[in-house]
């Protein structure tokens, strides 16, 4: 057995050990399922991964918090204004209402540009320039002003961050599995990109399946490339076997 095989079986062993629906209630992931509507889905998954960093049972609590200052419907929130009101309250470490607002004035306006965030997506030609899309209207709709918690992926000629949060609702939005929703049907789950963090690059490193030293969007691009060759239809399945391999 090649050593590529020999990595693809480990791997493949990690994703179903890992892959299953008891990772849930541990995972942000849990709160764009527990909608119905799609709009709330797609809402959910953006939010919830843009505060999905630090520990992961303060990354829950602060989601709870967040999504109770929205109601029963995110997207009936954000479009009947509902965001107005909100304060300068802390949500999640630096995440405060204050960037909770810009977020929700930024989806009000992709909706009514797009109808949906999906077809913003859709439109772009590949995920790297649907995320700098994405970024670009939350802006437009907050006066021009880029927020610090919406990553900046560069150009198509310039290397940019490695857009972690926005890799991972990609994946939860795109991707159908135990734990992912698969919502979106019109990109492929191989056109997605590895949401890399810290701990998964660790590992990805140790099996050699990362070279380079910092965490970008080049480190994105070519640990990505290395995973389509072991899964070229679902690369980023491997985000959990890297994650319960570093669990360890």
Request: charged fraction near 30%.
């Amino acid at each position: 057995m090649s050593g590529n095989s020999k990595l693809k079986e480990e791997l493949d062993l990690w994703y179903k050990k890992v892959c299953t629906p008891d990772f849930i209630p541990f995972d942000p992931v849990q709160f764009p399922r527990r909608y119905a509507k799609r709009e709330d889905i797609e809402i959910a998954a953006f939010l919830s991964a843009t505060i999905a960093w630090g520990r992961r049972d303060l990354i829950l609590r602060s989601a709870e918090k967040m999504f109770a200052l929205m109601g029963k419907s995110p997207y009936d929130f954000i479009m009947s204004s509902g965001y107005k009101k909100l304060k300068r309250n802390n949500i999640h470490r630096t995440f405060f209402e204050d960037d909770l607002k810009y977020l929700c004035k930024g989806f009000a306006q992709c909706y009514a540009k797009y109808e949906n965030i999906e077809k913003l997506f859709a439109s772009a030609r590949g995920i790297w320039e649907g995320i700098g899309i994405f970024r670009g209207e939350m802006a437009k709709a907050n006066n021009g002003h880029y927020s610090k918690h919406i990553s900046n992926p560069g150009t198509e000629n310039t290397n940019g961050s490695a857009c972690k949060r926005l890799n991972l609702a990609l994946r939860w939005l795109v991707r159908k599995g135990p734990v992912d929703i698969g919502l979106w049907k019109s990109i492929k789950p191989s056109s997605l990109y590895i949401p890399l963090d810290v701990h998964v690059s660790r590992t990805a490193r140790k099996l050699n399946l990362l070279d380079r030293k910092a965490n970008d969007k080049k480190a994105v691009i070519s640990l990505t490339e290395k995973l389509r060759e072991l899964c070229p239809e679902d690369p980023v399945k491997y985000d959990f076997a890297l994650f319960g391999m570093g669990a360890l």
